[in-house]
């Protein structure tokens, strides 16, 4: 019986981008509130929210990565990458509580309309665009590779939304005087940014139950480890991800009859790796399956 393990270990992405994004997003969210009680706008205030899970999302993403950083030790054997997860997941639950928010406090005001400063609103949502943009493109090259920093640039991208809501909305009521657009515009906003939320807590609850990665067939690995020169069986076959971009596989894999153990093992693992992409695969060989054993000794 051998097993054979291989492991390439994923780099952290570039923290230093999300320190920049955090200031520029926390220093605009001051500015973003006081305008937006000053003008009377539920957009700017839903704007400003958004924004407030932006810093929020972004400080945790930060924290998440440092933490994530840290070597595997005897308590934490994987490391700390699934603290990544859970910022995700955190920041998504977030995100639910506001656009909810934003949708109660916008129907409220549809039913008791409220004077609104459009030229102030305009001003601050021009900025707060300004600055989702900047954030947006920090953000942009490490959000296929994590899943934290992908949560992290939904949060901008939301906002970046809702300033454009914002624009427009103080354009229409400064030409027309139809306050009613301000709430409109805040509520549009929430259900534009609830789908994408409900995705980002859907797959980072998947990893957190130890679900088989997205765009992985298990069925498919399965039939290519059996299919393997010298396998006559595969079992006990799990996959899941520590991190949003380090999928790991193990299995038991029965040997044919005079086969070389550890070669069969080595053709499995390049396989997986070339296949599948998967390249964190402990593979257990035996030459009569394991349950079969078990039923003996009992």
């Not at 005079?258 to 396989?271: F, I, L, Q, Y």
């Not at 296949?275 to 035996?286: L, R």
Request: charged share 15%; hydrophobic share 55%; net charge negative.
């Amino acid at each position: 019986m051998g097993v054979g393990h291989d492991h390439i270990q994923g780099s952290n992405p570039n923290s230093r981008r999300l320190v920049i994004a955090l200031a520029l997003t926390s220093t605009f969210l001051i500015a973003e509130v006081v305008a937006g009680l000053v003008f009377n706008s539920l957009a700017l205030l839903s704007d400003a929210a958004h924004m407030f899970t932006d810093a929020a999302a972004l400080a945790i993403a930060l924290l998440a990565i440092r933490i994530g950083a840290r070597a595997a030790d005897d308590r934490k054997t994987f490391g700390y990458r699934r603290f990544e997860i859970l910022a995700a997941a955190f920041n998504a639950i977030l995100l639910f509580g506001v656009a909810i928010y934003v949708l109660v406090e916008g129907v409220r005001r549809l039913v008791r309309p409220e004077p609104v400063e459009s030229i102030g609103m305009l001003i601050v949502a021009v900025l707060g665009l300004g600055i989702n943009l900047v954030a947006m493109r920090l953000l942009s090259s490490g959000k296929d590779k994590s899943l934290n920093i992908k949560g992290a640039y939904l949060e901008v991208w939301a906002d970046m939304l809702g300033s454009l809501g914002v624009i427009a909305g103080a354009v229409m009521i400064r030409f027309t005087g139809w306050t009613w657009v301000d709430p409109v515009v805040a509520i549009g906003i929430g259900l534009w940014v609830l789908p994408r939320t409900w995705v980002l807590l859907r797959d980072s609850t998947n990893i957190l139950l130890e679900g088989a990665p997205s765009g992985v067939a298990l069925a498919a690995l399965r039939k290519t480890i059996a299919e393997t020169p010298g396998v006559a069986g595969v079992h006990d076959l799990h996959m899941w991800v520590s991190g949003a971009d380090q999928p790991s596989c193990t299995a038991h894999v029965v040997l044919a009859a005079g086969s070389d153990g550890e070669a069969v093992r080595a053709r499995v693992v390049a396989s997986l790796k070339s296949d599948f992409d998967v390249h964190h695969v402990t593979i257990q060989t035996e030459t009569v399956p394991c349950d079969v054993l078990e039923d003996l000794h009992s």
